[in-house]
Structure formats: structure tokens, C-alpha cells
């Protein structure tokens, strides 16, 4: 999954994600954070706010990588006003914004 989201291939990074549970491998916070990232290299902040709550409700801990790429995501497709709750909700979320996040 990670090398299809460093080429920004998201479409093909999500059909690996699905395939793990197809195969009965647990999806962790690494390979949320992958479909994330390459929803965000591809500009689908829809796909990565949707991977993001699929990565809630399994009650994964998001991390700095997760907030970040879906506030990047948010931030491409023009939805500031979301990167922006994003942001402001990573104290409450444990998470510690980076270089990056800012």
C-alpha cells in the first residue's frame, strides 16, 4: 500500500486496503495512514475524510501522519475550513502537530 501511496495511486491503494480484510488481515493505523497518504497525493480529500472515520471507528489511534495527510488531503481540494478543525482538534485527539502539520 505504501509504495502505491508514494506514487499517489489511490484508487489502486485502496483496493489493497480492501483486499486485506478479504484475506483476514487486520488493517493497523500503518496501512490507514498509507490510503491516506495516497488519497491525499491523488487530491481526494473526500476518500481520505472517509478512510480517516473508518480509522476512528475501528478505534485506531490517529497519529501526526494521519492528521497530517488528511489536512494536506482537505487543503488540495480547497476545504481550508475542514483542515482547519482537523487542526484544531489534535490536542484533544493526544496528537501533537509537526513542522508538517503546520
Known amino acids: 500500500i505504501d509504495a502505491t501511496a508514494r506514487t499517489g495511486k489511490w484508487a489502486k491503494a485502496q483496493q489493497l486496503f480492501a483486499s486485506m480484510a478479504q484475506r483476514k488481515v487486520e488493517a493497523n493505523s500503518m496501512a490507514f495512514n498509507a490510503v491516506i497518504s495516497a488519497c491525499e497525493k491523488g487530491h481526494r480529500w473526500e476518500k481520505a475524510l472517509q478512510c480517516f472515520s473508518a480509522l476512528e471507528m475501528q478505534t485506531l489511534q490517529s497519529n501526526t ?3 497530517s ?3 494536506s ?3 488540495k481540494g480547497g476545504r ?4 482547519l478543525r482537523l487542526f ?6 493526544s496528537v501533537e502537530p ?3 502539520t503546520v
Open 65 to 67: 501522519i494521519t492528521l
Open 69 to 71: 495527510a488528511v489536512i
Open 73 to 75: 488531503a482537505c487543503e
Open 80 to 83: 481550508w475550513e475542514k483542515a
Open 88 to 93: 484544531e482538534v489534535m490536542p484533544s485527539s
Open 98 to 100: 509537526s513542522v508538517i
